[in-house]
């Protein structure tokens, strides 16, 4: 099924500065770089980037706005984050619109995006009045030990075009609660969405009296994340992205000694046990692999399922693979967008390509969709291959919608399997066989930092901390106790006393 005609690129041209100047944003428009929108592969217009001057001057001003915003009062600070999250709600449909013009996304994932925006500023604001340290029995008569959580400094936030305004809100709302300013470079791909969450904010500070430059944007190229990287007024980077981004931030930022949180691939998969509701499997697993066109770093694409199931199970796939709505996102129906980009459709189809060398069977889709009505744009059907083995191709994050499936026999055997990649980020198991979701759960199952059960491995909710072990990089962001990576420890010992006693019984003069 294909949804018939496609908007204009003038039609979303005229939406985008729709949604903008209702969000109180007139775009800098330049020829540095295009706005483009996946929907038709076209641009939008030409903006300007940051030039190196106006880089500086954005980091030297979140320095010293960090000198009054660390030690504005926490819940103070929650105010900022509460009135953003306010303007969030009310410019909810012009945010996802932009959502969907920039990424491509259909407009109820689109919205979804806005709400864990609004979701990530509700928990920051209880936060707040919850930075707690802990206070801890001394050794010593007349003392006390304590725990307390100071403000980091500058926190650089570099995000990617596929949830390009949520995990700038995971940042940023958490990050000025904890006293923190924020210089965000968003992805090159989803300037204007940028562009409108820095306004709201910029709104939000004026509002409540905030300094502005808790927050500046800098749109542009990779010289601007580098200047990130490697500025020493960057106490935390905190990047999403590639693997490949990764390995270059990571020891970048380790050799100034700052700190960096990373949330980069994920090679995520899905047990299914015997005893599954395959009802229930299979509208996770289709949502998972093929929601988002499979370019969350969340997304379903490996599938490891018991042998005595997998045919019925791939049917049910293939049959509900068929019937995806795929064309233009703002259609009510359509449920696969585009692709971020025809190079995001190559990669696809090499993928293909490679996993047919290496022994895979294509079942369904993979196919380019709209070729015609938009050359420029990268539609394509959702992929279920079948592999005997992880070969090579398996193992890598390919971010479009390929979904690769093997079998098992024993529960050991799926783990192994499961493991057996390099990246570690969000992993699930269908069963409804209680020891089963338990093995999986624990610490000889699945080594993920997300670990689901009778649910999907994509869409997570804030509360929860986000992120995944291995390639994945260790960084854990949004709710629980992410918090931390934003602030610092200072260990505290107090004597109340009118003795000098040193601890481990020291005697000294
Ligand atoms: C991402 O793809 O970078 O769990 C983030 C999810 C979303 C976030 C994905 N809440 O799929």
Redesign the pocket.
């Known amino acids: 099924m294909t949804t018939p005609a496609l908007p204009t690129t003038e039609a979303l041209r005229d939406r985008a500065l729709d949604s903008l100047r209702r969000v109180g944003v007139t775009p800098d428009q330049g020829d540095d770089f295009p706005a483009r929108t996946p929907i038709t592969g076209e641009d939008l217009f030409g903006l300007a980037a940051a030039t190196e001057a106006e880089t500086e001057e954005a980091l030297e001003a979140a320095r010293r706005a960090f000198l009054t915003w660390r030690s504005t009062p926490a819940p103070r600070r929650g105010e900022l984050v509460r009135r953003l999250g306010e303007l969030l709600r009310d410019h909810k449909s012009d945010l996802a619109d932009l959502i969907t013009i920039e990424a491509g996304k259909i407009r109820s994932e689109a919205l979804g995006e806005v709400q864990?925006m609004i979701d990530i500023c509700d928990f920051a604001v209880g936060l707040s009045r919850q930075l707690y340290g802990r206070t801890i029995a001394s050794e010593r008569p007349g003392h006390r030990l304590a725990e307390t959580w100071h403000p980091l400094g500058v926190v650089g936030v570099i995000s990617?075009f596929?949830?390009p305004a949520?995990?700038w809100s995971w940042n940023t709302a958490v990050a000025l609660a904890c006293g923190d300013t924020v210089v965000w470079k968003p992805s090159e791909l989803t300037p204007l969405i940028s562009l409108a969450c820095d306004r709201l904010l910029a709104q939000a500070a004026e509002d409540t009296g905030a300094p502005r430059d808790v927050h500046r944007l800098l749109l542009g190229d990779r010289a601007i994340g580098e200047r990130l990287v490697d500025d020493p007024r960057v106490a935390l980077v905190s990047a999403?992205g590639s693997t490949r981004m990764g390995r270059e931030v990571g020891p970048r930022v380790a050799a100034r000694f700052g700190r960096s949180l990373l949330?980069l691939g994920?090679n995520n998969a899905a047990v299914v046990a015997p005893s599954a509701d395959l009802d229930l499997a299979v509208q996770g697993i289709v949502f998972a692999a093929a929601g988002?066109a499979g370019?969350?770093?969340?997304?379903l694409r490996r599938l490891i399922v018991h042998r005595d199931i997998a045919d019925t199970l791939v049917d049910r796939l293939t049959a509900a693979y068929r019937k995806l709505p795929i064309g233009d996102p703002f259609d009510e129906g359509t449920l696969v967008g585009p692709l971020i980009s025809t190079q995001a459709l190559e990669t696809m189809r090499g993928a293909l390509d490679r996993a047919r060398a290496e022994g895979g069977t294509l079942l369904v889709g993979g196919e380019r969709r709209l070729a015609d009505t938009a050359p420029r744009a990268g539609y394509a059907e959702p992929a279920i291959v079948r592999v005997d083995a992880q070969t090579p191709v398996v193992r890598e994050e390919t971010f479009a919608p390929i979904l690769y499936v093997l079998t098992y026999d024993t529960l050991e055997e799926a783990i192994a399997l499961h493991n057996d990649v390099p990246q570690g980020l969000?992993s699930s198991i269908f069963t409804r066989d209680q020891q089963e979701a338990e093995y999986f759960l624990s610490a000889e199952g699945s080594d993920c930092g997300?670990a689901n059960v009778n649910i999907g491995?994509?869409?997570?909710?804030?509360g929860g901390a986000?992120g995944g072990e291995k390639e994945t990089g260790g960084g854990r962001e949004s709710g629980s106790d992410a918090w931390r990576a934003y602030m610092r420890p200072a260990t505290n010992t107090i004597n109340y006393s009118s003795s000098l006693a040193l601890a481990q019984n020291v005697s000294f003069l």
């Open positions: 864990e990617a596929n949830f949520a995990v999403t949330e994920g988002t370019q969350r770093c969340t997304t969000s997300i491995t994509s869409g997570a909710e804030i986000f």
